[in-house]
């Protein structure tokens, strides 16, 4: 007899491999902040233990969302945790890297302040729309995580400017696709408000 689940596969469970590496990044978020902060971040072996953890969480988010696309296994779970691990993982490492005196506060304050602005703004548009992540958006993405793992890295030397520098590049894209983000939002905003005029609410 067959199986009623193969015949109409339906919602997918949210047991389930990426949900898996989403719940892991979570789990792991702590163990970094207090790998990253024990000892006053002076001992170079946790520095190094810290650099790792962040290393294996952050390839889970890619491992998570490419298992979810390929094989359908997209759960409200999933799109609601992994962004959250994500800001997560990036908030402890940036206030974690802040209380230790090793990176400014601003820079701090403007990352985390436009991904609170970005995720209040998905939020009030996604009635209208989903606005899809943008070539700029990874770009940011990607400095944001190359210049944190080098901030937590025990550097010296001329790696303390080449970290310095890819931080500025990273918070430079932080605001140039937050204001980008805004933008397409009001694009978004418009013409939903344009289609409920000419056809009434959904």
Do not use: C
């Amino acid at each position: 007899m067959t199986d009623a689940a193969e015949i109409s596969p339906g919602k997918p469970s949210n047991v389930n491999v990426p949900n898996a590496l989403t719940a892991l990044r979570l789990l792991l978020v702590p163990v970094f902040g207090w790998l990253l902060l024990a000892e006053d971040g002076d001992d170079s072996g946790l520095r190094l233990a810290a650099a790792a953890v962040f290393v294996i969480a952050s390839m889970t988010d890619y491992v998570d969302g490419a298992l979810a696309r390929r094989h359908n296994l997209v759960t409200t779970f999933g799109k609601v945790a992994d962004p959250i691990a994500d800001k997560a993982l990036t908030g402890v490492a940036l206030v974690g890297l802040s209380i230790l005196g090793e990176l400014p506060w601003w820079v701090t304050v403007v990352i985390i302040g436009r991904e609170v602005v970005v995720t209040v703004i998905r939020f009030v548009v996604i009635k209208d729309g989903v606005i899809p992540a943008s070539r700029g958006g990874k770009a940011k993405t990607v400095s944001q995580m190359i210049a944190i793992l080098l901030y937590v890295l025990p550097l010296a030397g001329p790696w303390l400017t080449v970290r310095a520098v890819i931080m500025g590049i990273a918070v430079v894209l932080t605001v140039a696709t937050g204001i980008d983000y805004v933008g397409r939002a009001v694009a978004v905003r418009r013409r939903g408000e344009l289609i409920r005029e000419a056809f009434g609410p959904p």
